[in-house]
């Protein structure tokens, strides 16, 4: 592109940190993805970056048909957040593979792509006719979109649902492509939906999805948005994502993890990556900010570096060691055989 | 192309009910059309408010002292416009700009209709300069809810063959709505095309008083966005495509302006059962 216009502080080299990061069968070049729904399919904030410079381009869910969404208002901003109910606008999957797709292909990024569907079928066509589809780096399952009518519909409430939905995905996706499976931090113990993910087939887990609310506009005194409850996001929600971060990476921490949930910074990013993320998304940020996704790379590449790490991956998880084992190796002042000098004796000034 | 720049305010102004800002934006000001509209940051690099401002633009200069710079007009809403109405010259605001699809100007000299509801007159003035410049002739309809509610009359009355004036309490002009009043501009100025930016009851309007007459007219929406770059599918609205087929459009990137007779009136606020993908009857699902 002729001109690529960002902010004088993401303009800068990245420093001299091992970004690369593996999840499950692929590895990116680095950590930082938009998030799903946050960035459509790329082609609009080509406008501001070069989408190859991510790590990846997760795409908007897409479903087997076209569909409308929701009514408006569809969305109500909150402290620190907003609160969205679009209800999976999409063109379809034949649209999407002949325009979206195909186009992050011919641009060479690495595309990530998010399915939603309404029944275990739906999963599995979606996953199917993702097979062999250049330009796909990974699936992400979106099992928790909290913008649906039947809440007993959203599978990521329920380990045998989830189970169901994973085991028919990863059965008919490409080896090489990993399937993650987006979890709804809206349960009472996120571990144990992703165990069940893992125990299906899951490759890893992005984690989280927004948080069911909702807000009362005190005009007219109705529900704020046209389909009366929706999911929030941004930074008032950060947290609650690196609380099921931590949680799910503690349960299981050879299970990859592409975090998200109010990132702004390159120190939000660090949070995620500390508490287990080998990736993150930026969301919701991006559309107070469109170049955020690059900044965010830039100023984590920094974080990184400032903190004396040459690798990400030694980062990730790194909030779970025990501090005690990290203190910086340095020569004892005295030697072994000697012995310990007697200690002094310390007197104090009196209290006036 | 929009570009994504840290603008320094130069200058605001009180007009009226209104408030007007104008940015020091480079690369903003050159590749500005009538209809563009920008999208501001507000709150400051830590605000708690996450989500874009969309104003339309007003006017541009595309070479001051200080590079291009970029004028627009807001009312105070929320938080979020008290928040720029507070800000002073030099103060700096992230910018995105210029956003949308603008007005389309036609090809020949023809008589042209411009209807601006409260400061929706603003993107209204450069276009009536556009026209002219194309020897167009231009009318304008201009209505407020009240005289300090009208924004650009003065620069109007400047750049056109007449204007019409109407508010709600009668403090200028005609006691009325702008529609009491378009019929006869139509008639009498053998309008060929009308144009309108306001609110979306007035742009209802105007539409259809120009459909009745065969007149096309191109209509700049408000709907509440949240980013202004196409990407979150917040500000959509029901429009007919060429192809006879109604969609949930973008109001950001596809609009803001449409052709009046596309927008379905009857549905904005609704997802009406024949558009693309809306849900079957038996619930929706997931």
């Not at chain 1, 400032?306 to 501090?323: N, Y």
């Amino acid at each position: 592109m002729s001109e690529l216009t960002v902010r004088p502080a993401t303009a800068q080299a990245l420093p001299a940190v091992d970004l690369t990061t593996r999840l499950g069968d692929a590895t990116f070049p680095n950590p930082v993805f938009t998030a799903s729904g946050c960035a459509a399919a790329g082609q609009e904030l080509e406008q501001f970056f070069d989408v190859r410079l991510l790590g990846g381009v997760v795409t908007k869910s897409i479903m087997l048909a076209p569909r409308s969404g929701r009514p408006t208002p569809r969305m109500a901003e909150t402290p620190s957040g907003m609160l969205n109910s679009i209800g999976l606008q999409g063109p379809g999957i034949d649209a999407f593979l002949e325009h979206d797709l195909a186009w992050l292909a011919a641009r060479g990024a690495r595309a990530v792509v998010s399915i939603a569907g309404g029944s275990v079928e739906d999963y599995a066509k979606l996953a199917m006719r993702l097979r062999g589809q250049p330009g796909l780096a990974m699936v992400e399952v979106n099992i928790s979109c909290p913008n649906v009518e039947d809440r007993g519909q959203v599978f990521a409430c329920d380990p045998v649902a989830a189970s169901g939905v994973i085991q028919a995905v990863r059965r008919n996706t490409d080896n090489r492509v990993p399937v993650f499976a987006k979890l709804s931090p809206d349960v009472t113990d996120i571990a144990t939906i992703a165990r069940a993910c893992v125990n299906a087939g899951a490759d890893g887990l992005s984690v989280i999805n927004t948080l069911l609310g909702m807000a009362i506009d005190t005009t007219t005194m109705r529900p704020a948005l046209g389909g009366v409850t929706g999911g929030l996001s941004g930074p008032a929600i950060r947290p609650v994502a690196v609380r099921c971060v931590w949680q799910v990476h503690q349960a299981l921490p050879e299970v990859p993890i592409l975090g998200m949930g109010g990132i702004r910074t390159g120190l939000d990013a660090l949070e995620f990556v500390l508490a287990g993320a080998s990736a993150v998304s930026v969301g919701t940020t991006v559309f107070g900010d469109p170049t955020a996704p690059i900044r965010v790379l830039h100023e984590l590449a920094h974080a990184l570096a400032q903190r004396g790490f040459e690798r990400i991956e030694d980062a990730v998880g790194f909030a779970h060691r025990a501090p005690e084992l990290y203190i910086p190796e340095e020569p004892d002042p005295v030697g072994d055989d000697e012995p310990l000098p007697a200690r002094r004796s310390v007197g104090f000034e009196e209290d006036r | 192309m929009p570009v994504q720049v840290l603008g320094e305010v130069l200058s605001m102004r009180r007009v009226g009910a209104y408030h007007a800002m104008t940015l020091v934006a480079p690369g903003i000001a050159e590749r500005t059309k009538p209809g563009h509209f920008v999208a501001l940051q507000v709150g400051g690099p830590e605000s708690s408010m996450l989500l874009r401002r969309a104003f339309a633009i007003y006017d541009v200069k595309e070479r001051g002292v200080y590079g291009g710079t970029v004028e627009f007009i807001f009312s105070v809403h929320g938080k979020g416009t008290a928040w720029l109405a507070a800000r002073r010259p030099q103060d700096k605001i992230d910018v995105v700009g210029p956003l949308g699809k603008p007005f389309r100007l036609p090809k020949g000299k023809v008589n042209a209709t411009l209807v601006g509801g409260g400061y929706g007159s603003a993107p209204l003035l450069p276009l009536a300069r556009a026209l002219r410049d194309r020897g167009c002739r231009v009318d304008f309809v201009l209505g407020a809810a009240s005289i300090d509610r009208l924004f650009g009359q003065l620069d109007a009355k400047r750049m056109s063959s007449s204007i019409a004036v109407t508010t709600d309490d009668g403090s200028m002009g005609e006691q009325g709505r702008v529609s009491d009043v378009l019929p006869q501009v139509l008639d009498r100025t053998r309008c060929d095309v009308v144009y309108a930016c306001g609110p979306m009851a007035m742009l209802r309007a105007v539409s259809e008083l120009a459909a009745e007459r065969g007149i096309p007219s191109q209509v700049a929406v408000e709907e509440s966005m949240a980013c202004g770059i196409g990407v979150c599918m917040t500000c959509v609205l029901p429009v007919i495509g060429d192809d006879g087929i109604s969609r949930m459009v973008r109001s950001c990137v596809e609009g803001p302006v449409f052709l009046g007779d596309r927008v379905r009136w009857n549905d904005v606020g609704t997802v009406p059962a024949d558009v693309l993908g809306a849900p079957m009857s038996t619930g929706g699902g997931h």
